[in-house]
Structure formats: C-alpha cells, structure tokens
C-alpha cells in the first residue's frame, strides 16, 4: 500500500486548507487513518484520526474544532479540512493508514500505524 499526501502550500495565518491522502495498492474496510505534522526542530506529533467501520475519530488538543478529518469509504481518499489555520500549523503533515483495526487508545499512537505518506509541507504566514 502506497498513500500520496496532497494539497499542502502556503496560506495566511485565519485561512483554510484542505490536505488529501490516497491509498494505491490495496484497501481496508475497518482501518484506520490519520495525519501526524513535523514542524522544523520538533518531534512528529498526532493531529487527527478516523477509524473506519465505527466513524470514530480523533483531535489532538491544539487542533479541535478547526480540523475535520473525513472519509467515505474504503476506496475514498481521506480529507483533513484545516480552517482557521494559525502560524503554528506550520509542519510537514504525513498521512498514515493502519493495516487493520486499532483500538480507539491506539488512534493517537504513531507506532500503530503501518503504511506512510511521503508528506507534505504546510506553511501558514502570520
């Protein structure tokens, strides 16, 4: 399984974006999905998820309520709406797909994911 991350770039600091991830090469029916950010001099962290089969997902703090992650189904590319966007957003963003089911503690782990994007920069200007 390959996952392409698209749609980073440069936007204004209050602006909006909308990241997409597509799986090739193979497709799971409950797995799970989500975005990690690198920003320059930091450690990878959690910035959302969303399990499929039960349509759980997952914010880390910094982020909730101005991204929404969404997918249809399986076959489907998996979005990461970003509004509001601030200078802080500022990272490389990495998509990531579990091979299978991963409980809902798990959904914030990176360790639990099995397949990687290539990434894609994101810079917000202030």
């Known amino acids: 399984v390959q996952l392409q991350a698209s749609g980073g770039g440069l936007v204004q600091a209050g602006g909006s974006m909308r990241l997409s991830c597509v799986a090739s090469?193979?497709?799971?029916?409950?797995?799970?999905v989500a975005w990690f950010r690198q920003a320059p001099g930091k450690e990878r962290e959690f910035v959302a998820a969303f399990r499929l089969g039960s349509g759980s997902t997952a914010y880390a703090d910094s982020v909730k309520g101005r991204f929404t992650i969404s997918r249809t189904n399986a076959k489907d590319p998996t979005y990461l709406q970003m509004n509001s966007l601030k200078p802080e957003d500022t990272a490389v963003y990495y998509c990531?797909?579990?091979?299978?089911?991963?409980?809902?503690?798990?959904?914030?782990?990176?360790?639990?994911?099995?397949?990687w994007g290539q990434g894609t920069q994101v810079t917000v200007s202030s």
């Open positions: 090469g193979g497709a799971f029916s409950r797995n799970a």
């Open positions: 990531a797909s579990s091979s299978g089911w991963i409980i809902l503690s798990r959904l914030r782990d990176s360790n639990a994911y099995d397949y």
